[in-house]
């Protein structure tokens, strides 16, 4: 029998004692908190509490590396909006967990981690798997605990799951001592009670003075612009900030973890801005007399130099942390509230707008940038990733859970995977985690059953975290991956193409037989080399029952464009080449050839 | 009064939970957010459970309302307040060992008294003086002992709280349940 088998069938939890050991009391309360799944890797300061879990309905995925356990648990959170939980043993396990805790942490991705830890008495001994894990995640935690009672299991486990999904979201870490876990102590079923209830926090909140000055500078502005964040998607205000919009007639540009917060079909949607937003979408910003910010932190990646960005622009902000105000950008009304609860205020207050003349601005901003997309080239039979994910977007019809890795493929897959729907993108953007993919999509996979879950990876961050595929055999799970596969670093090595004098040092990359890789886990592989290979393998991809990998090899020197180089002026891009090496090659004959590795 | 642009030093006291690793959360916190820290003290407070930390901090308006908000974040800060210099008392403790025989010790004593300051310890060729002062007066006694070789000196950091009758500073427990 599985271990998957083993806990899904598990009864109830016996109610006859009323005692329950620390290692019990976890289970009890993750199932109070309605935790269903959680991604996990024994080891021996955990295992009282391995031990105990087949008595309770918590189904455990393990995981090939600790790493990919956090990815899970905060891919299943961002992908459900719930608390994703992941657990480990001490010393490595822990560690491992925390480029995991701190992708979470840059995103404000609500996860709970529980760590075993040597018993209380070997404490700061040294001893064997000792870390100080409660000091290594200080920083990259909104809080933890170190737990070496069994009576404070209960009460401590409450809190952190409080801390972890009250006002900004955010990772917590409860470690918790073998003996702890070990102990007996009384158990109430009925008590719910937290270790300590929140404390007062100043009364911040939308005053009616910040709400009329907002609507006096959106009705007064011509060119206003929305710039929505995570915090919409976080807040669950895509209802909200559409009907915003409707009325306001404002258009909308997004940050990478906005995506899917607005209709990206809608004719005021943007798309995303920054970076590698649109660079007509970033003359919008630039142009733009009002910004509203909605639920968005001005990372340096949607900015560029902040000494020039927006520079005529006045400026709103709506965030539900007061650290964020004024942190890279001086703004002119600060609401500090739930982005949902504002929206809902600022609508009826708003006067009806069209802003015609502002939309044709915008849209005469547009210029040549249709032409020189990727997309308008005739199928000369290279692949370019932007084939690979605009054929993807159609062929799911925008429904897909996409869970993407970082690098160029991500950008790739913002601009070219039109997300109409909030949670439709999981990505890492704040830290920019190289390996997240997997792993998270794994988490999505749980998180949404009934949904089609997409991984876009590349050939080297996909490598990083590999080792997952085998726990989606294990846990027979239906996830379909995509490898943009160029043989490169790539984003890295666009650096080094436009930085650093065309040397390409540590990008270029040999993979594994990615096809063989996947059969060699029990899965599917394919292989797609050519344009018009690409519908029938992402349509055996979808008709297969299980996991599936496919190598897309792709022209091995595309760039993502336009580009603002890291600290340029937001109107400052390098647009798409009109007439490239790479285009004018795919006018060739030669469309047999293998890409260059 | 500098402008609101300018850096200086404020002082702001949080009231903190008296549990382990509180000190070390608020020590991250200046240090990962790259403030500048001139002093950081922590003690008890007047209420069991609570302990009282004064930081002395240079930065500008915008800043330091940014340092308060992060102030907040912490789940172990029960309040954050920021002192205006004009309505606090603030004292910091130093023990300053100075060089001091028999040719020199009433001059050094006489030096001490003009400060306010106490000779604590005594002995043939040196002397220990206490002061509790505001930060300005311990540097001006300092520069006034130097002459004489001061051989070490510690200090305590400031302390500091609200004038009497200028609020309370803290607000009381019990807890009210409402969200961070």
Same mark, same amino acid.
């Given at each position: 029998?599985?271990?998957?088998?083993?806990?899904?069938?598990?009864?109830?939890?016996?109610?006859?004692?009323?005692?329950?050991?620390?290692?019990?009391?976890?289970?009890?309360?993750?199932?109070?908190?309605?935790?269903?799944?959680?991604?996990?890797?024994?080891?021996?300061?955990?295992?009282?509490?391995?031990?105990?879990?087949?008595?309770?309905?918590?189904?455990?995925?393990?995981?090939?590396?600790?790493?990919?356990?956090?990815?899970?648990?905060?891919?299943?959170?961002?992908?459900?909006? !719930?608390?994703?939980? $992941? =657990? #480990?043993? +001490? /010393?490595?396990?822990?560690?491992? *967990? &925390?480029?995991?805790?701190?992708? @979470?942490?840059?995103?404000?991705?609500?996860?709970?981690?529980?760590?075993?830890?040597?018993?209380?008495?070997?404490?700061?001994?040294?001893?064997?798997?000792?870390?100080?894990?409660?000091?290594?995640?200080?920083?990259?935690?909104?809080?933890?605990?170190?737990?070496?009672?069994?009576?404070?299991?209960?009460?401590?486990? !409450?809190?952190?799951? $409080? =801390? #972890?999904? +009250? /006002?900004?979201?955010?990772?917590? *870490? &409860?470690?918790?001592?073998?003996? @702890?876990?070990?102990?007996?102590?009384?158990?109430?079923?009925?008590?719910?009670?937290?270790?300590?209830?929140?404390?007062?926090?100043?009364?911040?909140?939308?005053?009616?003075?910040?709400?009329?000055?907002?609507?006096?500078?959106?009705?007064?502005?011509?060119?206003?612009?929305?710039?929505?964040g995570h915090g919409?998607?976080?807040?669950?205000? $895509?209802?909200?900030?559409?009907?915003?919009?409707?009325?306001?007639? &404002?258009?909308?540009?997004?940050t990478?973890?906005?995506?899917?917060?607005?209709?990206?079909?809608?004719?005021?949607?943007?798309?995303?801005?920054?970076?590698?937003?649109?660079?007509?979408?970033?003359?919008?910003?630039?142009?733009?007399?009002?910004?509203?910010a909605?639920g968005m932190r001005f990372d340096?990646?949607v900015?560029?130099?902040?000494?020039?960005?927006?520079?005529?622009?006045?400026?709103?902000h709506?965030d539900?942390d007061?650290?964020e105000?004024?942190k890279n950008?001086?703004?002119?009304?600060?609401?500090?509230?739930?982005?949902?609860?504002?929206?809902?205020?600022?609508?009826?207050?708003?006067?009806?707008?069209?802003?015609?003349?502002?939309?044709?601005?915008?849209?005469?901003?547009?210029?040549?940038?249709?032409?020189?997309?990727?997309?308008?080239?005739?199928?000369?039979?290279?692949?370019?990733?932007?084939?690979?994910?605009?054929?993807?977007?159609?062929?799911?019809?925008?429904?897909?859970?996409?869970?993407?890795?970082?690098?160029?493929?991500?950008?790739?897959?913002?601009?070219?995977?039109?997300?109409?729907?909030?949670?439709?993108?999981?990505?890492?953007?704040g830290?920019?985690?190289?390996?997240?993919?997997?792993?998270?999509?794994?988490?999505?996979?749980?998180?949404?059953?009934?949904?089609?879950?997409?991984?876009?990876?590349?050939?080297?961050?996909?490598?990083?975290?590999?080792?997952?595929?085998?726990?989606?055999?294990?846990?027979?799970?239906?996830?379909?991956?995509?490898?943009?596969?160029?043989?490169?670093?790539?984003?890295?090595?666009?650096?080094?193409?436009?930085?650093?004098?065309?040397?390409?040092?540590?990008?270029?990359?040999?993979?594994?037989?990615?096809?063989?890789?996947?059969?060699?886990?029990?899965?599917?592989?394919?292989?797609?080399?050519?344009?018009?290979?690409?519908?029938?393998?992402?349509?055996?991809?979808?008709?297969?029952?299980?996991?599936?990998?496919?190598?897309?090899?792709?022209?091995?020197?595309?760039?993502?464009?336009?580009?603002?180089?890291?600290?340029?002026?937001?109107?400052?891009?390098?647009?798409?080449?009109?007439?490239?090496?790479?285009?004018?090659?795919?006018?060739?004959?030669?469309?047999?050839?293998?890409?260059?590795? | 009064?500098?402008?609101?642009?300018?850096?200086?030093?404020?002082?702001?006291?949080?009231?903190?939970?008296?549990?382990?690793?509180?000190?070390?959360?608020?020590?991250?916190?200046?240090?990962?957010?790259?403030?500048?820290?001139?002093?950081?003290?922590?003690?008890?407070?007047?209420?069991?459970?609570?302990?009282?930390?004064?930081?002395?901090?240079?930065?500008?308006?915008?800043?330091?309302?940014?340092?308060?908000?992060?102030?907040?974040?912490?789940?172990?800060?029960?309040?954050?307040?920021?002192?205006?210099?004009?309505?606090?008392?603030?004292?910091?403790?130093?023990?300053?060992?100075?060089?001091?025989?028999?040719?020199?010790?009433?001059?050094?004593?006489?030096?001490?008294?003009?400060?306010?300051?106490?000779?604590?310890?005594?002995?043939?060729?040196?002397?220990?003086?206490?002061?509790?002062?505001?930060?300005?007066?311990?540097?001006?006694?300092?520069?006034?002992?130097?002459?004489?070789?001061?051989?070490?000196?510690?200090?305590?950091?400031?302390?500091?709280?609200?004038?009497?009758?200028?609020?309370?500073?803290?607000?009381?427990?019990?807890?009210?349940?409402?969200?961070?």
């Open positions: 029998m599985t271990a998957a088998a083993a806990t899904a069938t598990a009864a109830a939890p016996t109610p006859a004692p009323a005692t329950r050991t620390g290692a019990e009391m976890i289970w009890e309360v993750l199932v109070q908190e309605g935790v269903e799944v959680v991604f996990g890797y024994p080891g021996g300061a955990i295992m009282p509490a391995y031990d105990a879990l087949p008595r309770y309905p918590v189904r455990h995925v393990l995981v090939r590396h600790e790493q990919g356990a956090a990815h899970m648990a905060d891919g299943y959170a961002r992908a459900s909006g !719930r608390v994703g939980v $992941a =657990v #480990a043993t +001490s /010393g490595p396990g822990a560690t491992n *967990l &925390v480029t995991g805790i701190a992708t @979470a942490m840059l995103d404000s991705v609500p996860v709970v981690f529980i760590t075993g830890q040597v018993s209380s008495a070997l404490l700061g001994s040294d001893a064997f798997q000792e870390t100080d894990v409660t000091g290594v995640t200080l920083p990259i935690t909104k809080h933890n605990w170190l737990v070496t009672r069994a009576e404070e299991i209960g009460p401590v486990l !409450r809190e952190a799951f $409080a =801390v #972890a999904k +009250s /006002g900004r979201p955010g990772p917590v *870490l &409860v470690d918790i001592t073998k003996d @702890a876990q070990q102990a007996s102590c009384a158990f109430d079923p009925a008590d719910r009670r937290v270790a300590r209830p929140p404390r007062p926090r100043p009364a911040r909140g939308a005053t009616a003075d910040a709400l009329a000055r907002a609507v006096a500078l959106i009705d007064r502005a011509e060119q206003p612009l929305i710039l929505a919409i998607v976080a807040a669950g205000a $895509a209802a909200e900030l559409a009907a915003f919009v409707a009325r306001t007639g &404002v258009p909308v540009a997004s990478l973890l906005g995506l899917g917060g607005f209709p990206a079909t809608d004719p005021r949607a943007l798309g995303m801005m920054g970076m590698h937003g649109e660079a007509w979408v970033n003359r919008a910003v630039q142009d733009a007399d009002l910004l509203i909605l340096d990646r900015t560029g130099n902040l000494a020039t960005f927006a520079p005529r622009a006045r400026k709103i709506v539900l007061p650290s105000i004024g950008v001086a703004v002119d009304v600060a609401i500090v509230d739930d982005v949902r609860q504002v929206l809902a205020a600022l609508t009826p207050r708003c006067r009806p707008a069209e802003r015609a003349a502002w939309m044709a601005a915008i849209e005469a901003g547009k210029g040549d940038s249709a032409v020189r997309d990727i997309q308008q080239l005739p199928d000369t039979g290279k692949l370019h990733a932007a084939h690979v994910l605009h054929d993807l977007w159609r062929l799911t019809e925008g429904r897909a859970v996409v869970v993407t890795d970082v690098g160029q493929h991500q950008m790739w897959e913002a601009q070219y995977y039109k997300h109409d729907h909030p949670r439709g993108l999981v990505t890492s953007g830290l920019g985690t190289m390996g997240f993919a997997l792993p998270a999509a794994i988490g999505a996979r749980f998180a949404r059953p009934d949904a089609e879950v997409w991984v876009v990876a590349g050939d080297g961050g996909f490598q990083m975290t590999a080792a997952e595929l085998s726990t989606c055999a294990q846990e027979d799970l239906k996830v379909n991956i995509a490898i943009i596969n160029n043989g490169y670093l790539g984003m890295v090595r666009q650096w080094q193409e436009l930085f650093y004098g065309g040397r390409y040092v540590a990008t270029p990359m040999r993979s594994p037989d990615f096809v063989k890789l996947a059969e060699a886990h029990g899965l599917t592989g394919l292989r797609v080399t050519r344009r018009a290979e690409v519908a029938g393998a992402v349509a055996a991809a979808r008709a297969a029952a299980g996991t599936v990998v496919i190598d897309f090899r792709v022209e091995a020197e595309d760039s993502v464009y336009p580009m603002v180089p890291s600290g340029a002026d937001l109107g400052d891009m390098i647009r798409r080449p009109l007439r490239s090496r790479l285009i004018e090659t795919g006018a060739d004959d030669e469309l047999t050839e293998e890409p260059p590795r | 009064m500098s402008a609101p642009g300018q850096p200086r030093l404020r002082t702001l006291v949080a009231t903190v939970e008296d549990v382990p690793g509180v000190l070390n959360r608020v020590a991250s916190l200046f240090r990962r957010r790259n403030y500048n820290i001139a002093s950081l003290t922590v003690g008890a407070s007047e209420v069991p459970g609570l302990s009282r930390l004064t930081v002395v901090v240079s930065c500008d308006d915008a800043t330091a309302a940014r340092l308060e908000a992060n102030l907040w974040k912490l789940v172990d800060v029960v309040a954050v307040d920021e002192l205006a210099a004009a309505d606090v008392v603030e004292r910091d403790l130093a023990l300053i060992k100075v060089k001091a025989d028999h040719t020199q010790r009433a001059l050094v004593v006489q030096a001490a008294e003009l400060f306010a300051a106490r000779v604590v310890d005594v002995a043939p060729t040196e002397l220990t003086i206490e002061i509790a002062a505001p930060r300005q007066r311990i540097d001006d006694l300092r520069a006034v002992l130097e002459p004489f070789g001061v051989i070490a000196m510690v200090r305590t950091g400031a302390v500091a709280m609200a004038r009497a009758g200028v609020g309370a500073a803290v607000p009381q427990p019990p807890r009210a349940a409402s969200g961070a």
